[in-house]
């Protein structure tokens, strides 16, 4: 299952330290951030719950870039 998110950072060094936390978080099989549109696309693993995961994801960017917001 893929979902698209909205996202708020301000850079793309930040946008990168999103992705890499998304791609940390258990479910999360693909976490791909684009900066420029503010996405983050997120592939999950079989079986997850996406709104669960994405609460974990939220979290795990937050610990890296407490200014980052994901508008799930
Ligand atoms: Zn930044």
């Given at each position: ?14 946008a ?35 709104k ?21």
């Amino acid at each position: 299952m893929k979902k698209s998110y909205k996202i708020d950072v301000d850079c793309a060094n930040c946008a990168a330290k999103m992705e890499d936390a998304a791609n940390r978080t258990p479910g999360v099989k693909e976490a791909v951030v684009n900066f420029m549109l503010l996405k983050m696309n997120v592939t999950f693993e079989e079986g997850a719950d996406p709104k669960a995961v994405m609460q974990e994801v939220l979290k795990n960017c937050k610990k890296v870039e407490s200014d980052c917001e994901i508008f799930l």
